[in-house]
């Protein structure tokens, strides 16, 4: 069964202090790994799509890499403004391209 | 460029009574659509995806139904609302390989 899981559940930092989140998935076959900002009371927001393992995507600040086992976003330099919960998903290459499987997500605050 | 809207934005109605969110499309034409459920501290859920105008997949068994009247229009329905209908309801489209969300629906069951 296709599964994701991301760690840690929180994370609180200080302004400029660097750090990852971990996302752990299990599918039979990678189709595309997610990533997605989302502020409270709003939908997600797309960020990266990753296909394959050692692909690495920038956006300002965030980096997401990927490997076989899970993807990994970077953020360098936080600022309050990145404070969001971040949510992985996968597609699973055996499923249609309508099924999408969502982590729980990283809570994050940046603390000026 | 492509918009997704959501309404209401914020929703409070009681057990048993009935329920119906809307989502629309814009800038596209025969998008592939989706209903999603949030729970707090769970991942999305997806309850329901459209490929064309009348053609419906349900994912979850639940007192949730969905209809597709136009090629840009989505709806998530329900006779009697439970307790347990409560969450924060989201639509999405995919253009391609990534979907993308509308701004939610919050439903509070009470």
């Known amino acids: 069964e296709d599964q994701v899981t991301q760690s840690p559940e929180a994370l609180r930092l200080q302004e400029g202090e660097s750090s990852s989140l971990n996302c752990s998935y299990t599918v039979s076959g990678l189709r595309g790994l997610f990533w997605y900002r989302q502020d409270p009371g709003k939908g997600p927001e797309f960020l990266f799509t990753l296909y394959s393992a050692g692909e690495e995507k920038e956006k300002e600040r965030l980096k997401a890499t990927l490997t076989k086992k899970e993807s990994f976003l970077h953020i360098t330099a936080p600022k309050p403004e990145d404070s969001a919960t971040y949510l992985c998903a996968v597609q699973d290459m055996k499923t249609s391209y309508d099924k999408v499987i969502f982590g729980p997500g990283t809570s994050l605050s940046v603390i000026p | 460029s492509q918009t997704i809207h959501q309404w209401p934005a914020t929703l409070v109605q009681p057990v048993g009574s009935p329920l119906s969110l809307e989502c629309t499309v814009e800038?596209?034409?025969?998008?592939?659509l989706y209903w999603y459920r949030q729970a707090a501290g769970r991942g999305l859920q997806l309850l329901f995806y459209s490929v064309g105008i009348g053609q419906i997949s349900s994912e979850v068994p639940q007192n949730l139904s969905a209809s597709r009247p136009q090629d840009r229009q989505f709806i998530l329905s329900s006779k009697k609302l439970l307790l347990s209908d409560s969450g924060f309801y989201l639509c999405?489209?995919?253009?391609?390989?990534?979907?993308?969300f509308g701004p939610g629906t919050r439903l509070t069951v009470t």
């Open positions: 800038g596209t034409s025969n998008p592939n």
């Open positions: 999405a489209w995919r253009p391609g390989v990534e979907q993308y």
